[in-house]
Nanobody, 126 residues
Framework: QVQLVESGGGLVQAGDSPRPPCQAS????????LGWFRQAPGKEREFLGA????????VIGDLVKGRVATSRDSAKNTMYLHVYSLKPEDTAVYYC???????????????????WGQGTQVTVSS
């Protein structure tokens, strides 16, 4: 079973470009993709990006393409979310998730992810 812990949230300024990490533990990640989602109050959970851990293929959500990137440190079992030039509308709870993948096919919806972190609140002030 995979455990995920996000960190790096809090109050940030508009224009900042944070890089919150997601630390994975509890199992091998070879058969998994790690992804980032966010959920703002009253809205559905939104896919941001993901990495297939074996092979490193990445996918970025259409709604955030150009503003978001993902990277990983395999030695530390850690994935990072890069969000460029935050805006107040980026305020949300940001979640890390792990879902099984094969042939580096990565799911874009929450239902394809089996394990979730507790989330980290990011509040962007203008």
């Amino acid at each position: 079973q995979v455990q995920l812990v996000e960190s790096g949230g809090g109050l940030v300024q508009a224009g900042d470009s944070p890089r919150p990490p997601c630390q994975a533990s509890g199992g091998t990640l070879t058969d998994y993709a790690l992804g980032w989602f966010r959920q703002a109050p009253g809205k559905e959970r939104e896919f941001l990006g993901a990495i297939a851990w074996s092979g490193g293929r990445t996918v970025i959500g259409d709604l955030v393409k150009g503003r978001v990137a993902t990277s990983r440190d395999s030695a530390k079992n850690t994935m990072y979310l890069h969000v460029y030039s935050l805006k107040p509308e980026d305020t949300a709870v940001y979640y890390c998730a792990a879902g099984r993948t094969s042939d580096q096919i990565i799911g874009l919806m929450p239902k394809y992810y089996d394990y979730w972190g507790q989330g980290t609140q990011v509040t962007v002030s203008s």
